[in-house]
């Protein structure tokens, strides 16, 4: 099971940080993944990173102003998003990939290959 939050309403500029909470399983196995929806689009991926915390890749859009990692000792998953912009705003959901590593783009980037889904958390940047 997993329990994101850590959304809100901020101004653009602004930061926030997400968390998600794995529970029942042990976490440090699992590669996790960051993915966002906005209204009317379809779910894009975001960040992932590898169960030891050692490897990640980032979308391009938010390089550079988001940064994810995790603490496997407290089953946790962060993501810390810097200087938050409009397009930002979205649902933001965490999720454990299914495949045993992260390094095939095609893969890591398709919502498809994630098994377990948090509930999502709402990132709202006001202009």
């Known amino acids: 099971q997993l329990q994101a939050s850590g959304g809100g309403l901020v101004q653009a500029g602004e930061s926030l940080r997400l968390s998600c909470v794995a529970s029942?399983?042990?976490?440090?196995?699992?590669?996790m993944g960051w993915f966002r929806q906005a209204p009317g689009k379809e779910r894009e991926f975001v960040s992932v990173?590898?169960?030891?915390?050692?490897?990640?890749f980032t979308t391009n859009s938010v390089k550079g102003r988001f940064t994810i990692s995790r603490d496997n000792a407290k089953n946790t998953l962060y993501l810390q998003m810097n200087n938050l912009k409009p397009e930002d705003t979205a649902v933001y959901y965490c999720?454990?990939?299914?495949?045993?590593?992260?390094?095939?783009?095609?893969?890591?980037?398709?919502?498809?290959?994630?098994?377990?889904w948090g509930q999502g958390t709402l990132v709202t940047v006001s202009s």
């Open positions: 999720a454990t990939y299914r495949e045993g590593n992260i390094l095939a783009k095609r893969n890591r980037e398709d919502a498809k290959k994630y098994e377990y």
């Open positions: 029942g399983r042990a976490f440090s196995v699992y590669n």
């Open positions: 990173i590898s169960g030891s915390g050692g490897t990640t």
